[in-house]
């Protein structure tokens, strides 16, 4: 590929799957005159995919994650282990806790989404599943309570994919200790588990979750969280000791002064270039990203699917051509675990 005149900095905050893929693309092709750094504020990225394997058992913490040191290395890369703490994309610079700010010619932002924790008591009580390396922590800390004997009552909250696999993966794992057996809670406002999805799927998970004995608590959003129980907006209560958070996640809150254009929901919105729609220097890709043309939710193989165009494109902004449109596909493949192998 042609090389830049001058040498040019990419600097990629977040280490998500977009940028996982496009460091090893820049290792197996490298960009003459492109200097890259990868700011995150951890070194260990988790796979999300592997997730629910871990829970249940079957993967260990070290196996579900993609180090991001050895990663740069092949990519020839600068890592920062840091917090980035906003972007001013006027002056293109980055500003990192605790270190000097970065100046850019192109930046690319892959940073996941936080848990929506407004319902009271959900942030002092409940254990959300996003960002992924604190709840593993979480988890290890939840296992030690139930060897323990001290937890009776188990409320996933969320009955989407994520919190079906999740409360079958928990129940996986309890069945291989040697503990008595919480009682296992499903909550969600929707009157459906797997909203979305085809009603047969929906029927097969209810015979999944029914043959375990979870309860499921339907059509009631959650009001209020303790620690000790989960309360809905009818007034109804449910016992729990262990709750875990799985509803609809949201946008980092720090983008929100940084002056780019964001949905309602603080989501970075992009043209379908994968660059931002009012400044062409700033891209963004994964679950943080929104596209305006093609909405799309918020599932992993997008991001896997965004790595390569990253590479094109940033590297056609960079040598002055237009970068190409990228149409995501409308339909994909989902795995649901059901808790076993």
Same mark, same amino acid.
């Given at each position: 590929?042609?090389? #830049? ?84 994309? +006027? ?12 100046? +850019?010619?192109?930046?690319?932002? $892959? &940073?996941?989404?936080?848990? $929506?924790?407004?319902? *009271? ?22 296992? /030690? ?32 200790? /040697? ?20 009603? /047969?799927?929906? &029927? ?18 959650? *009001? ?8 809905? $907006? ?6 729990? $000791? ?37 400044? /062409? *220097? ?11 043309? #093609? ?5 992993? &193989? ?14 056609? +902004? ?24």
């Amino acid at each position: 590929m042609q090389s #830049y005149p001058i040498v040019k900095d990419l600097v990629l905050v977040g280490g998500g799957h977009s940028h996982v893929l496009l460091l090893r693309m820049l290792g197996m092709n490298p960009i003459p005159g492109l200097r890259v750094t990868l700011i995150s504020p951890d070194i260990l990225t988790p796979y999300s995919g592997m997730l629910p394997g871990a829970v249940a058992g079957h993967y260990s913490v070290d196996e579900i994650h993609i180090d991001l040191v050895p990663l740069c290395r092949f990519a020839g890369a600068q890592f920062i282990q840091a917090r980035v703490e906003d972007i001013d994309p +006027y002056a293109r610079r980055v500003d990192i806790a605790g270190r000097p700010s970065l100046e +850019y010619d192109a930046l690319s932002l $892959d &940073v996941g989404i936080t848990p $929506d924790l407004r319902i *009271s008591g959900a942030e002092e009580h409940a254990i959300p599943v996003k960002p992924i390396g604190q709840f593993l922590a979480r988890w290890e800390r939840f296992l /030690d309570r139930l060897k323990a004997t001290e937890i009776q009552n188990i409320a996933v909250v969320g009955a989407g994919a994520g919190g079906v696999e999740l409360t079958l993966a928990i129940h996986e794992h309890i069945n291989q200790l /040697d503990v008595p057996t919480p009682e296992m809670h499903l909550i969600a406002s929707s009157d459906r588990i797997l909203p979305g999805y085809h009603p /047969d799927i929906q &029927v097969r998970f209810r015979q999944q979750l029914r043959s375990r004995n979870v309860h499921l608590h339907l059509g009631a959003r959650v *009001s209020e969280v303790s620690a000790t129980a989960v309360k809905n $907006d009818f007034g109804g209560e449910i016992p729990a $000791d262990a709750i875990f958070w799985v509803t609809s996640a949201a946008s980092q809150p720090w983008l929100a002064k940084t002056g780019l254009e964001l949905t309602e929901s603080g989501f970075v919105l992009i043209k379908p270039t994968l660059q931002s729609v009012n400044f /062409d *220097s700033v891209f963004a890709a994964g679950d943080i990203a929104q596209s305006r043309e #093609y909405p799309r939710p918020k599932a992993g &193989v997008f991001a896997v699917r965004q790595g390569p165009v990253l590479y094109d494109n940033i590297s056609r +902004y960079l040598l002055g051509q237009k970068p190409k449109a990228y149409k995501p596909q409308q339909y994909f493949l989902s795995l649901i675990s059901t808790g076993g192998k």
